[in-house]
Antibody, heavy 119, light 106 residues
Framework: EVQLVESGGGLVQPGGSLRLSCAAS????????MNWVRQAPGKGLEWLSY????????YYADSVKGRFTISRDNAKNSLYLLMNSLRAEDTAVYYC????????????WGKGTTVTVSS | DIQMTQSPSTLSASVGDRVTITCRAS??????LAWYQQKPGKAPKLLIY???SLESGVPSRFSGSGSGTEFTLTISSLQPDDFATYYC????????FGQGTKVEIK
């Protein structure tokens, strides 16, 4: 079964850091590009970051550029999101999503992990 | 940046109704548009990609159309399992979602 499982969410103080992980299974992870998407409470979906299959190309939304870093370890079938300088407005459910081929819709999603930024 | 605007924001309908949701892009995105369904507390689920291609396993009552800047998602006969929030997403240049359309019970 194709599956993505996020972990690493929790409560963090403003200005703090957190690293999210996404474990992939059921498919050849190293062949796929990946995204992080978030959803603030009661709000819509926001794309955050992209990484290509070998990890050498990354993109970020303006809202997180310079604060968040996406990375992957293909040997461990894992995707990561390092979040620094967290703000209250970063409070959200964070999803990892597989980028489809050949077109770049998001065809597989994890269940999400919740990040709460509060003092 | 490409902006996506959905209408309506909320739609009240009954089981069996034909439902149409519209999505407009701020510039042409060709057919690089996907539709997702999301239920409360769950992850989004891909329904349609490339504007009109049905994802495997998705019921045929869902269909998509459009190109350029105007797109529609149609549910031909609304079923109880279809009450959810629907999002369009462009993937022509990075990724942008519409604000969502909540389909609720009338």
């Amino acid at each position: 079964e194709v599956q993505l499982v996020e972990s690493g969410g929790g409560l963090v103080q403003p200005g703090g850091s957190l690293r999210l992980s996404c474990a992939a299974s059921g498919f050849t992870f190293s062949n796929y590009e990946m995204n992080w998407v978030r959803q603030a409470p009661g709000k819509g979906l926001e794309w955050l970051s992209y990484i290509n299959s070998n990890g050498r190309t990354t993109y970020y939304a303006d809202s997180v550029k310079g604060r968040f870093t996406i990375s992957r370890d293909n040997a461990k079938n894992s995707l990561y999101l390092l979040m620094n300088s967290l703000r209250a407005e970063d409070t959200a459910v964070y999803y990892c999503a597989r980028v489809g081929t050949p077109h770049q819709y998001m065809d597989v999603w994890g269940k999400g992990t919740t990040v709460t930024v509060s003092s | 940046d490409i902006q996506m605007t959905q209408s309506p924001s909320t739609l009240s309908a009954s089981v069996g109704d034909r439902v149409t949701i519209t999505c407009r892009a701020s510039q042409s995105i060709s057919s690089w548009l996907a539709w997702y369904q999301q239920k409360p507390g769950k992850a989004p689920k891909l329904l349609i990609y490339k504007a009109s291609s049905l994802e495997s396993g998705v019921p045929s009552r869902f269909s998509g159309s459009g190109s350029g800047t105007e797109f529609t998602l149609t549910i031909s006969s609304l079923q109880p399992d279809d009450f959810a929030t629907y999002y369009c997403q462009q993937y022509n240049a990075f990724w942008t979602f519409g604000q969502g359309t909540k389909v609720e019970i009338k």
